[in-house]
């Protein structure tokens, strides 16, 4: 089936750094991809919508600046969280809508990121 | 606007027994209605999906749900409860197949 992969797994970073999340559709192409947030035993929470070679549509409460998100190209989404926090810390997770098949979509298997 | 709410943020059954986690949706447009389950620390896999075709959706590992349009619902539900199946689990809805509006999450434990 499709595979959607996000790397890194885990990241541990300093406060005030800039870290980097891939979100990549290995077998297919993603006409769009999503960005949510999960906090620790809650929900997820949509961030962003990313459709290629455009801007990323974020949602209500994003801080775009804070969040930045590349759509590059068809197979490949990152988020790069800018000036991290320890209150950024949460686990990232991608989805990628498949352009065939359906439109379905797929999620990746998360990202942890630790600001410390 | 879209949107899922998920009663009982913890569901405990026997094994063997059945299992049903409720979900009720909003939405001004026909549905696309998902559960998905996570176990502790990865990311989500699909169970099963609506997508405006049979109403009764089976998905893996044993589990189904019922679109009900006239009680906005979507339960998920397994006959027999298995060790295994203790995880959480989402309910999502989405329009169009497009972004996705998530619950708050059910986490479903398993009685020896």
């Known amino acids: 089936g499709a595979v959607v992969s996000q790397h890194p797994s885990w990241v541990i970073c300093k406060s005030g750094t800039s870290v980097k999340i891939e979100c990549r559709s290995l077998?297919?192409?993603?006409?769009?991809m999503f960005w949510y947030r999960q906090f620790p035993k809650q929900s997820l929470m949509l961030m962003a919508t990313s459709n290629e070679g455009s801007k990323a549509t974020y949602e209500q409460g994003v801080e775009k600046d804070k969040f930045l998100i590349n759509h590059a190209s068809l197979t490949l989404s990152t988020l790069t969280v800018t000036s991290a926090h320890p209150e950024d810390s949460s686990f990232y997770i991608c989805?990628?809508?498949?352009?065939?098949?359906?439109?379905?979509?797929?999620f990746g298997e998360g990202s942890w990121l630790t600001v410390v | 606007a879209q949107s899922v709410t998920q009663l009982g943020s913890h569901v405990s059954v026997s094994e063997g027994a059945l299992v049903l986690l409720r979900c009720n949706y909003s939405?001004?447009?026909?549905?696309?209605l998902f559960w998905y389950v996570q176990y502790p620390n990865q990311g989500l896999q699909l169970l099963l999906k609506y997508t405006s075709a049979a109403t009764l959706v089976k998905g893996i590992n044993g589990f189904e749900a019922e679109f009900k349009k006239s009680e906005t619902s979507f339960h998920l539900t397994k006959p027999s409860a298995h060790m295994s199946d203790a995880a959480e689990y989402f309910c999502a809805v989405s329009s169009n197949n497009n972004d996705m509006r998530f619950g708050a999450g059910t986490r479903l434990t398993v009685k020896p």
């Open positions: 077998d297919f192409q993603a006409t769009t």
């Open positions: 989805s990628a809508r498949r352009g065939d098949s359906g439109n379905t979509i797929y």
């Open positions: 939405s001004s447009v026909p549905p696309y």
